[in-house]
């Protein structure tokens, strides 16, 4: 990110893994010409959304197009993935309390009406989890060869008095991470495997728009910045963080939570659970005095019960992600390429 | 409309086409679970797009995929599709100054970097012609054969301090739209068929945002319901808004503006260019004391030059379109089935 690359004549699989690529297509081909936000998060600043100032607050928005494949997966579907998409991209923000989404909806020519209201009751339940509702969509039929399946778009808006970047890091902030990591990503690559893994684990996928309440509340203008580390995992989310605020950070890799099935697959597949997707996970930065108060909070909510304090933020190497195993320090390298496409 | 059919079991091109079969999909699959918005407009209205109430304003939200083959036709392309469909949407409901778009793209595996630049400008250049801004994205890149070649989908957002519904018809309104219609259905027609026509028909795709803030002005609270003839064209809007008003709408054929190079394709491939879909125009219901003053207004604008009275409303046959042809009168019927897939 900090030496961005040139983009290829052709956009392949890698410019929507959520790594160095996408960013520089964003930076070097979507954004420019585009304006800041006047007092607000624009898409220059590749946030997990926008902020628009209005009156006294601002208005969050938020979009994501979801792809996965397999459409149904263990711990959930692409209907509860779009709803908990957007939901937890607005509690990044700060906004916990969704106003509203919208849904547009791209079918195959045949698709199951038996599958589509199956996906629709995912959607349903996930609104209500997340306290929100659908309030309009589009839908469109594409003609079998030109879509494989289903795509889900979803857009959420809420209002915030107070807006949560992910580049508000300084040296001495602490990283925590409310759950374990790479169980949505292990999830769905175990699924396409010819190995057919024996496991039970599941994807994450949640929406954590309560959880993260707590966590405001618990740390008040303590909780410096968020992020949830979707497509690229933890180490994208980091890397993004830290190269935004301008500060290096060491991730004590002991700390980090992570499952016994997930550990497993990853090894098994050759994949590092901390650079597959999560989807009901956030990266949250504090301040350390309220470091503790807000591990308790996050502790104390179903969501958030493996939520742990995983690193700290140093004034040296900004942009950097130092992993401290314990027995000495590497660089965490972001995943790059085709690891795992339609993945969310 | 007034028959809803049952959904088949299979979701099939016709469910895409904006007729009944979609809005049998959307009530009997999409909608049901999701509440009213108290006091605005939600997922069950059908409208162009949601109205949610903040403070003495309303937040308007609408949402669109755009599928459009080919990408760039006689008079735009997808990115200019997607910017003016949004924004036309929003000025449908009443918000004719967007605050902010989302755009999330689909790219297939390969997709020309130098093409992403073409349609990046046409959005720009279209956004810049609305007034508004793209303030946050999404990119996934699916596989070759998953996915032909882009989809786009725009989210936008405006505040207005009255909403204007496509229900508000009662007997005695008049009927008026701004401009010709088919052209942007069958200028698209005409590139794919094997024809090859030799037709100067472009699209109309505009954002027509400022046509409507003039036509609001000039009738203020006498215009009292907007919808885009977009997929379906004016069949389908006069019978979504006859419907939902619960009049019957009389429409003068002959006061209909449709161009030479329209009627002459129309003609050649069987279409009438009443029930294909228009991109930069709309149908507005007024108070008749206002109709003067609104087809006025209209017309002073570049892009209503050709706006006429076409119809009224009456008490009979509540839900009907009747054609008045000068030599006597016929049912318009709605366009049923896979007339054309991936128009808009």
Chains 1, 2 share one sequence.
């Not at 961005?4 to 964003?26: E, F, H, N, Q, S």
């Not at 081909?29 to 959304?49: Q, W, Y």
């Not at 909806?105 to 339940?125: K, M, Q, T, V, Y």
């Not at 939570?257 to 990266?283: F, H, M, S, W, Y």
């Amino acid at each position: 990110m900090s030496q961005p690359r040139c983009v290829d004549d052709r956009i392949t699989l890698k410019y929507g893994a959520g790594g160095g690529a996408m960013r520089a297509l964003i930076e070097q081909i979507f954004a420019p010409g585009f304006g800041a936000v006047p007092g607000g998060v624009g898409l220059a600043e590749m946030d997990d959304g926008a902020a628009i100032p209005i009156g006294d607050r601002w208005l969050v928005i938020t979009t994501d197009a979801h792809v996965v494949q397999p459409v149904t997966f263990p711990g959930g579907d692409i209907g509860r993935l779009a709803v908990c998409g957007t939901v937890n991209d607005l509690a990044m923000m700060g906004a916990t309390e969704p106003l509203a989404l919208t849904c547009a909806a791209i079918l195959e020519d045949g698709f199951p009406r038996a599958e589509l209201e199956r996906i629709w009751a995912s959607i349903r339940l996930a609104c209500d989890e997340a306290g929100t509702t659908i309030v309009t969509g589009d839908t469109k039929v594409m003609r079998h060869g030109e879509l494989d399946r289903i795509v889900l778009t979803t857009t959420g808006v809420g209002l915030t008095s107070r807006v949560v970047t992910d580049r508000g890091l300084a040296p001495g902030d602490v990283i925590l991470v409310t759950g374990t990591m790479g169980d949505h990503g292990l999830a769905i690559l175990a699924t396409r495997t010819e190995l057919a893994l024996d496991t039970t684990l599941a994807s994450d996928t949640a929406p954590i728009n309560g959880l993260v309440r707590r966590a405001l509340a618990a740390g008040g203008p303590g909780v410096v910045a968020m992020k949830d580390p979707t497509r690229g995992g933890l180490a994208s989310a980091l890397h993004e963080m830290a190269d935004k605020s301008g500060v290096g950070i060491v991730l004590d890799e002991r700390a980090v939570p992570i499952r016994d099935e997930a550990r497993a697959i990853g090894e098994l597949l050759g994949i590092d659970p901390l650079v597959v997707a999560n989807e009901g996970k956030a990266v949250i930065g504090v301040r350390r005095e309220v470091a503790g108060a807000v591990l308790e909070a996050l502790r104390a909510h179903p969501l958030g019960r493996a939520a742990a304090i995983v690193g700290a933020c140093v004034a040296e190497r900004p942009g950097s992600v130092i992993v401290d195993t314990g027995f000495g320090r590497r660089l965490l390298v972001e995943a790059e390429g085709e690891l795992q496409p339609r993945i969310c």
